[in-house]
C-alpha cells in the first residue's frame, strides 16, 4: 500500500509519529506532503523532522502560511500526485478548506486514487461560497473520512455527507508522554518550591481559553499555597498580564511564553494538576482537548469546563474533575479539592493515566487507520464523481 498524507500539522515533526507507527503496524510506503514555510498559532516556524518516521517527506512552499483554512501548495499538485502515484490519499484538514479542494481537484484530474478527509468541525455552519462549495465537492468525491468525534460525524451527516467514517481522536504516544520521576529542574526553573502545589495551564494565550475565568477562579483561592505556570503565547498576552496584575496575582502567576511540543511533557509531569477552562463561543466549542491525555500521560490530573468534548473526555477517562464553563468560583472550588488533597490527584491521576493508554496511545489508533483504508479505500468500487 502506498499512502500520500497531506498535513499542515505534519510540520511539527512529534506529530509524524502517529504515522512511524502505522509504518511499523503495516509496513507500509508512505509519503508526508507538508509545507515548507508553515508558521505556527505562536508566530513561530516550524520545520522539524521525526527519526522515528522513515518515508518520505515532501516539503513545498505555502500561499497564506499559518492559515488553517486558507493555506495553498505553491507547486502543481496534479505533478506531485502523478510522481508519487499513491494507492490512496489522506488529507487531513477539514473538507471545506483550500489546501483540501486543491488535493481533491488535482486528483480527479489526475491519477483519481480513492481518497478522505479529517475533520474537528463540531458546530453546524454555512459557509459561503466558494468553501460552501468545496464542501459539498469533497463530500461527494470521498472514498472514507475520520471525524474526530461522534458530534464531528453528525455535523457531517447534517451537511450531507454520505460516505463512511471511522472516529479518529487525536491520539498520543505513551513512548513520548510518560511521568518523569526527576522535575525538580523544571520547578526551580519556574521558581516553584516543594511544598507548593503547581497548577498548570499549557496552550494559547486567547480568550476562547477561559483565562479571564481561570484568573478570577484562582483569585477565589488566593490564600492557599500555590503557584500557576501558564505556558504559551497569544493574542491575549498583554490583557491577561494587565488582569493577573489588577488583581495582585502576579506573584503566584509565572508567564513561561511558547515551549516547543516535544519539551510538554516535562512541564506535564511537572505540574500538581493541568487546568483547561475553555468557553464556548458563537463560532467555537472546544473540539477536543488533547492536552487532557497528554497530562494524564504524564502522571497529572486535570480541572476542565465543560466546554465541547472536554467533559466527555474527563469523565470517560476518570482524570480530574470538571466545572460549569465560565463559572469562577466552580473552577475555584474544583481546584481547592485538588490542592488539599493529594491522595485524590495520585488516584485522578493513575485511573487517567491507565484509561488514556487503552484509548488514545497512537499505535491502537494507528491500527484502526489502517484497518479503514484498507475496508473503504482498498477495493476498486471506488470511482470519483
Known sequence: MKLLVVSHALT???????????????????????????INEYGNQVASDWPAFKGKVIRVPVWKSGNIILH??????????????PDVIYVNH???????????????????????????QNIVKKYPPPFRWTESMVYLNSAFSFPITATVDQVHRTKGY????????????????YPRENTDAIRRELGVPDDVVLIGY????????????????????REMNWRIAVIGA?????????????????????????IPHADAPQYFSAFDVTVLPSETQANWREQFGRVIIE????????????SGEIATLINELGGGSVFPERDAAALGAALTEMIRDPALRDGKAATGRMRSIELYATPSLAARFAD??????????WLPC
Open 202 to 221: 499549557l496552550g494559547r494565550i486567547v480568550p476562547e481559553k477561559g483565562l479571564v475565568t481561570l484568573l478570577r477562579g484562582l483569585n477565589t483561592i
Open 295 to 306: 497530562s494524564l500521560m504524564c502522571g497529572t490530573p486535570v480541572v476542565g469546563s465543560d
Open 234 to 258: 497569544g493574542s491575549f498576552d498583554a490583557e491577561f498580564d494587565r488582569m493577573s496584575a489588577e488583581l495582585g496575582l502576579k506573584d503566584k502567576v509565572i508567564r513561561k511564553g511558547y
Open 94 to 120: 477539514e473538507p471545506y478548506a483550500v489546501a483540501t479542494a486543491q488535493v481533491y481537484w488535482a486528483n480527479r484530474r489526475s491519477i483519481r486514487k480513492p481518497i478522505g478527509f479529517y475533520s474537528c
Open 72 to 85: 495553498a501548495y505553491r507547486g502543481s499538485m496534479k505533478k506531485i500526485l502523478r510522481e508519487v502515484n
Open 162 to 177: 454520505r460516505g463512511p467514517s471511522t472516529l479518529m481522536p487525536l491520539g498520543v504516544d505513551p513512548a513520548i508522554y
Open 12 to 38: 511539527a515533526g512529534i506529530n509524524q509519529q502517529f504515522y512511524a507507527d502505522l509504518e511499523q503496524r503495516t509496513g507500509w510506503d508512505i509519503t508526508l506532503l507538508i509545507p515548507s514555510n508553515w
Open 372 to 381: 479503514s483504508i484498507l475496508r473503504f479505500a482498498g477495493g476498486e468500487n
